[in-house]
């Protein structure tokens, strides 16, 4: 929809967003990495603080029940007195014999339990004192959740935790996006403990997580990045569009119209609405340039046209003359003269054919010139070009290969035109080539179009010429190849562009010149 100074924001994003960018980049990367070194440096110290915990929890268990029991019998006739002392804990004669008091960690009705036996004094029994486990006791100091499971692939604990264990304040909307967009979240966040009873069996487990929040500065920083970001592309937007406008568009326009003219568009004419006084003073000095050369071209059109229109009925009648002439003179057996008049014959014939090119040149000038369009095919026609450039071919011994099949290639076109266009190009192949040498003509489809190409092993087209072998007058500068007077090709693009087609040219000094035709498949009736 609009037309931006793509060259200044393509600048400014180099210069400015594009380092910001990068650096955004880079920091949110270290940070990640940062968080993710610090996840799994505090799970492994978790992780470490647990078992300990775990650990201690037995010894001071055991050695509180120890400590209670100090001036108590150890028998089961004591068990009551046991029982009251040690309120909160569960008491019960077991038939386990230990020689020392022995504690662990069991599963009870879906709870963890610390227990610890205590042998019986002559007596094989033993006393078993338990009580559930208290996760408050085995919490790491720290910015941990724990859960106790019997089952490990269930855990009440979520992955993406956002409190901070030592306040009840969530994070707001805006930082708990960013943490989801960029994945602010520390990783590993969550572990696993085992927890093993006295036989070695494991009885349950601990998940341990971290609880700890994302870096509020980090997504502060993030906010005002992004914030950044914003402004410089909004800005790099505004200036874009405010450069567009007063310098970009008139420069656009006044580089469209210079192709207008160099495609000999002479009536063409630049408005502005511009304020600038520049722009304004350029663009009447391209009106008033184009001006002039309108007038210009209009008068050199009539003047040759005029002109060769006064030189086409002489060379005609002087053609007409010629031929009477070197007939009379074999007739008489006056070889000198037939072969001089002969010669002469050939320059006028070369005379009128320049004199026709120029005519037919300017005759495409005019807008109301119309094909006659009509299903052809080119096989046929470059059939008919062969046969007529027969002659030619044979003379140089010239390998002349059409790989185009007869009715492969059906399009709609003036046939009598696209003939013009094929001879013209065969014809200076021929005389570009040299004995014994080869041209070839292939055709294949591309969507809605087919491509033709003509192809010969001569001496080429210099680099120097290739690029303007289509204008008009253009003969060329260099001697490698003959490009006649100018006006051949030119006439061969004005068929091309009538027909809604393109023509271009590749070539390699004495290594080949190769023409490729793209041409429509359908067109209408009027070849618009």
Not at 94 to 108: A, G, H
Not at 364 to 376: A, P, R
Not at 474 to 491: D, M, Q, T
Not at 509 to 517: D, G, P, S, V
């Amino acid at each position: 929809m609009f037309k931006f100074a793509k060259y200044f924001f393509i600048v400014f994003l180099i210069t400015a967003i594009l380092p910001l960018v990068i650096l955004f980049l880079w920091n949110n990367s270290q940070m990640k990495k940062i968080q993710t070194i610090m996840s799994k440096t505090g799970l492994t110290n978790g992780m470490a603080k647990l078992e300990q915990n775990l650990n201690n929890n037995l010894v001071i268990q055991e050695g509180e029940i120890q400590k209670k029991l100090y001036f108590t019998p150890k028998t089961p006739q004591q068990i009551n007195i046991i029982k009251k002392l040690l309120k909160g804990y569960s008491v019960e004669i077991v038939d386990i014999d230990v020689l020392q008091p022995v504690s662990f960690y069991e599963k009870n009705n879906n709870s963890l339990c610390s227990c610890t036996i205590l042998p019986v004094e002559h007596n094989k029994n033993s006393i078993k004192i338990c009580k559930p486990l208290n996760l408050q006791e085995i919490r790491p100091a720290g910015p941990y959740n724990i859960e106790v499971k019997f089952d490990k692939n269930q855990t009440s604990l979520p992955e993406n935790i956002a409190i901070d264990p030592m306040s009840t304040q969530f994070l707001d909307k805006t930082s708990l996006i960013i943490e989801r967009i960029f994945n602010l979240k520390p990783t590993p966040r969550m572990n696993v403990f085992e927890i093993k009873n006295n036989d070695g069996k494991i009885i349950s487990y601990i998940f341990i997580s971290i609880a700890m929040r994302p870096n509020r500065l980090y997504t502060d920083n993030i906010i005002t990045g992004m914030f950044i970001l914003l402004v410089g592309i909004v800005s790099s937007f505004v200036i874009g569009l405010i450069i567009n406008r007063i310098f970009v568009l008139p420069v656009m326009a006044l580089s469209n119209a210079t192709k207008e003219i160099k495609k000999g568009n002479f009536k063409f004419r630049l408005t502005t609405k511009s304020n600038q006084e520049l722009i304004q003073n350029i663009y009447n000095s391209f009106n008033d340039m184009t001006q002039n050369l309108e007038a210009k071209e209009n008068l050199r059109q009539s003047f040759i046209s005029n002109l060769t229109h006064d030189l086409r009925t002489p060379l005609v009648s002087q053609a007409q003359s010629l031929e009477l002439i070197s007939q009379k003179f074999q007739e008489i057996g006056l070889q000198n003269e037939f072969e001089l008049a002969e010669s002469l014959a050939k320059n006028n014939e070369h005379l009128l054919k320049m004199v026709n090119l120029i005519l037919e040149s300017y005759s495409f000038d005019s807008q109301n010139f119309k094909l006659n369009i009509e299903k052809v095919d080119i096989y046929e026609i470059t059939q008919d070009c062969e046969e007529r450039l027969k002659p030619l071919i044979e003379e140089k011994h010239i390998k002349f290969e059409n790989n185009i099949y007869k009715g492969g290639t059906t399009i709609d076109g003036d046939k009598f035109h696209l003939t013009r266009v094929f001879m013209n190009l065969l014809s200076n192949a021929i005389e570009n080539t040299s004995q014994n040498d080869c041209i070839k003509i292939n055709a294949h489809y591309n969507d809605n179009d087919v491509i033709i190409t003509i192809e010969d092993n001569g001496n080429g087209i210099a680099p120097e010429d290739l690029k303007f072998i289509f204008d008009r007058y253009y003969s060329g500068k260099s001697l490698e190849r003959k490009l006649g007077a100018g006006f051949g090709l030119s006439v061969c693009q004005q068929l091309i562009n009538l027909h809604h087609g393109s023509i271009t040219a590749q070539s390699e000094l004495n290594k080949f010149t190769r023409f490729i035709i793209t041409l429509p498949l359908r067109q209408n009736k009027e070849g618009k």
